[in-house]
C-alpha cells in the first residue's frame, strides 16, 4: 500500500523565541532581561494561534497553521502543507492524531483518525512520533527562558512588523546547551530530540525573535545549519492568551495504531510529505529545527 504522507512544515516550533528590550515606553533594558520578560508574558499567555513557514534545502517549502497551547498541558491542532499534500495533526496528552486519507480510512473501516502513541507504537510510526514533543517545542515560553539562560542574545534593534511597532532580538546557542535546557522535555525527550539534530549534522542553532511592545512575541525566526544545507522556519504568533480547547478524536472513530502487527500500516509507513519520515519534511526533525 502507497506510503501515508503526513505532511510537515514546522514550526511547528515550535518549537525558542527571543526577548523585548526598550519598548513601548520600557526602560533600557538587556536582551537577557527582555527575554526573560517576555518569557513570563508568553508563560502567563498559555495559547496562541501559529502560521509556520518553513524552507528546507531538500524538500523545498512548507507551512501550516493552527492553534497551540503550552505550558502545564501542551496541545496542538495544526493543518501542515507541502506542495500538493496536506494533513491534519492533533497532539494530546503525548499522543498523535493524523487525519487519513480516503484510502487510509477505508482501509480503517471507514475511520477517519490515527491514534500514535509514541511509547508503544510500532517502527513504522516514527515519523508521526515525532510530532508528539511539537507543543512543547514550540512552546515560546520555554524557548525564551532556554535562550535566556544558555543562548549567545544581542538585539538588533527596533522594527515595523505589518502595523506593529517591535524589538527585533537575535540568540544563537549550541544544539546541546539549547535542549538541555528546554525544561518542558522530558529526559527522553532531550534525547530523542539531540538524535534527531545529530543525524542531521545540526551543532547550532540561531534565532530571530520580534517582541511587541506588551512583551509578546509576535514572530520568530530560526535557522539551522545541516549536512544537507541551511534551513530555516518562520512561526508568526496572534490572538495571544486565546482560549483553546483541543479535543481528542471521538474513539469510534479513530484507529489505534498500536493494534497494528509490525510493519504494517494503514497504507504503509509514516512518512511526511516528499517521503521523509520526520516533522518538517526531514529525517524525525524537531519542528522547524526547534528545540524549546
Given amino acids: 500500500m502507497r506510503t501515508i ?18 519598548c513601548g515606553g520600557h526602560r533600557e533594558r538587556t536582551p537577557k532581561e527582555a527575554f526573560q520578560a517576555a518569557a513570563k508574558v508568553m508563560a502567563d499567555a498559555g495559547a496562541a494561534k501559529v502560521v509556520l513557514q518553513r524552507q528546507d534545502p531538500v524538500e ?3 507551512s501550516g497553521s493552527g492553534v497551540l497551547s503550552w505550558g502545564s498541558k501542551p496541545a496542538m491542532e495544526l493543518v501542515m502543507r507541502h506542495g500538493a499534500a496536506q494533513v491534519q495533526v492533533r497532539t494530546l496528552d503525548g499522543i498523535v492524531y493524523l487525519v487519513a486519507d480516503p484510502e487510509q480510512s477505508a482501509w480503517m473501516g471507514g475511520r ?9 507504537s510500532h517502527g513504522d510510526g516514527a515519523g508521526a512520533a515525532v510530532y508528539s514533543t511539537w507543543g512543547e517545542q514550540l512552546s515560546p515560553a520555554s524557548d525564551l527562558t532556554a535562550l535566556a539562560a544558555v543562548g549567545r542574545l544581542r538585539q538588533v534593534g527596533p522594527e515595523k512588523l505589518d502595523d506593529m511597532d517591535t524589538v527585533h532580538y537575535r540568540a544563537s546557542a549550541s544544539v546541546a546547551d539549547l535542549v538541555g535546557a528546554s525544561s ?17 549534522g545540526a551543532t547550532s542553532i540561531t534565532v530571530d525573535v520580534w517582541i511587541d511592545a506588551k512583551d509578546q512575541v509576535v514572530q520568530e525566526r530560526r535557522a539551522c545549519l545541516l549536512a544537507k544545507g541551511s534551513e530555516t522556519t518562520s512561526t508568526r504568533y496572534s490572538a495571544i492568551g486565546m482560549e483553546v480547547d483541543i479535543q481528542a478524536p471521538l474513539p469510534d472513530d479513530t484507529f489505534d495504531t498500536q493494534n497494528l502487527s509490525s510493519g504494517d500500516t494503514p497504507g504503509g509507513a509514516t512518512d511526511t510529505p516528499g517521503g521523509a519520515t ?13 528545540t524549546g
Fill in 278 to 290: 520526520g516533522a518538517a519534511g526531514g529525517a524525525t526533525d524537531a519542528p522547524g529545527d526547534a
Fill in 60 to 62: 523545498g517549502a512548507s
Fill in 112 to 120: 477517519h483518525w490515527m491514534r500514535f502513541d509514541p511509547r508503544t
Fill in 184 to 200: 518542558d522535555l522530558s529526559p527522553e525527550q532531550r534525547t530523542s530530540v539531540l538524535d534527531a539534530y545529530r543525524k542531521q
Fill in 5 to 22: 504522507r503526513t505532511v510537515v512544515a514546522a514550526a511547528v516550533a515550535a518549537t525558542l523565541l527571543g526577548g523585548t528590550a526598550a
